[in-house]
């Protein structure tokens, strides 16, 4: 037995709890953002905060999005709005490799202050809402998103107004978002692997993490299925403004810290 808690635990801080409670995590994470189209990263993100060190938190969250999000955007392929993808992943690599230069320059608050008010603003404001955001609003999307995912960890929430405004049923929409949130994961977790950065030691939990995000986003599946449009829509909208109310909560907890 300790062998093997030593293979799986074995050069970081975690034990066979806090290891195995980020891997039950991770399957309701992938459960929830495949079901209702958003919440997961921020719900694993929020429990890797509480057994992780700051240095490894962001880019390890982000390769086990990668996972969750590819394999969430993999089932649900033939439901993709792909006239957007390309002017959304050419922003995000540029953000990303701008938000690389800036790693060390920029405060995590004024980010978390500016992506809290901005989803508010695109989650509620009627003109954004009747609109349908085309590739250049995207590009903006994925350059801005691409910049801040490299402080904050998990922007989907910043992302997901667009996708919303952009598709016309509840597949398209869990599946769209999917797809350009792993393009997003993966351009971070390039740039934290130019950084420097090293996963060795990490890999057993990175397996045990996309192992059972993969089975929440099977459970999920069946459930965004048989869940109405007009409920998905209704608890997308309410995900949404309680993450950009966390996020503003976050960036004023941070500032008076500060």
């Given at each position: 037995?300790d062998?093997?808690?030593?293979?799986?635990?074995?050069?970081?801080?975690?034990?066979?709890?806090?290891f195995?409670?980020?891997?039950?995590?991770?399957?309701?994470?992938?459960?929830?953002?495949?079901?209702?189209?958003?919440?997961?990263?921020?719900?694993?993100?929020?429990?890797?905060?509480?057994?992780?060190?700051?240095?490894?938190?962001?880019?390890?969250?982000?390769?086990?999005?990668?996972g969750?999000?590819?394999?969430?955007?993999?089932?649900?392929?033939?439901?993709?709005?792909?006239?957007?993808?390309?002017?959304?992943?050419?922003?995000s690599?540029?953000?990303?490799?701008l938000?690389?230069?800036?790693?060390?320059?920029?405060?995590?608050?004024?980010?978390?202050?500016?992506?809290?008010?901005?989803?508010?603003?695109a989650?509620?404001?009627?003109?954004?809402?009747?609109?349908?955001?085309?590739?250049?609003?995207?590009?903006c999307?994925?350059?801005?998103s691409?910049?801040?995912?490299?402080?904050?960890?998990?922007?989907?929430?910043?992302?997901a107004?667009?996708v919303?405004?952009?598709?016309d049923e509840?597949?398209?929409?869990?599946?769209?978002h999917?797809?350009?949130?792993?393009?997003?994961?993966?351009?971070?977790?390039?740039a934290?692997?130019?950084?420097?950065?090293?996963?060795g030691?990490?890999?057993?939990?990175?397996?045990?993490?996309?192992?059972?995000g993969?089975?929440?986003?099977?459970?999920?599946?069946m459930?965004?299925?048989?869940l109405p449009?007009?409920?998905?829509?209704?608890?997308?909208?309410?995900?949404?403004?309680s993450?950009?109310?966390?996020?503003?909560y976050?960036?004023?907890?941070?500032?008076?810290?500060?």
């Amino acid at each position: 037995m300790d062998i093997i808690i030593e293979f799986l635990t074995g050069g970081t801080p975690l034990n066979l709890v806090s290891f195995s409670s980020l891997c039950i995590t991770s399957f309701f994470a992938s459960l929830i953002a495949t079901s209702i189209g958003l919440g997961g990263g921020l719900l694993v993100l929020a429990t890797m905060t509480l057994v992780l060190p700051p240095a490894v938190l962001i880019p390890i969250h982000g390769l086990v999005q990668i996972g969750s999000n590819g394999f969430r955007a993999w089932l649900l392929r033939k439901k993709i709005l792909f006239s957007i993808v390309p002017a959304f992943i050419l922003g995000s690599l540029m953000g990303a490799v701008l938000g690389g230069f800036l790693h060390f320059g920029i405060q995590t608050w004024v980010l978390q202050l500016i992506l809290g008010v901005f989803v508010l603003y695109a989650t509620w404001s009627p003109g954004f809402k009747s609109s349908r955001p085309g590739p250049l609003r995207f590009l903006c999307a994925g350059l801005f998103s691409g910049l801040v995912t490299m402080f904050v960890g998990a922007t989907g929430p910043l992302v997901a107004p667009f996708v919303k405004a952009a598709c016309d049923e509840k597949q398209q929409v869990v599946s769209t978002h999917a797809m350009l949130m792993t393009f997003q994961h993966g351009f971070k977790v390039l740039a934290f692997g130019v950084l420097g950065f090293s996963f060795g030691s990490y890999i057993p939990l990175l397996v045990g993490l996309i192992g059972f995000g993969m089975l929440g986003t099977l459970v999920g599946r069946m459930v965004l299925k048989k869940l109405p449009e007009n409920i998905f829509r209704t608890i997308f909208q309410i995900v949404i403004t309680s993450l950009a109310i966390r996020l503003l909560y976050s960036a004023a907890a941070s500032f008076f810290e500060f």
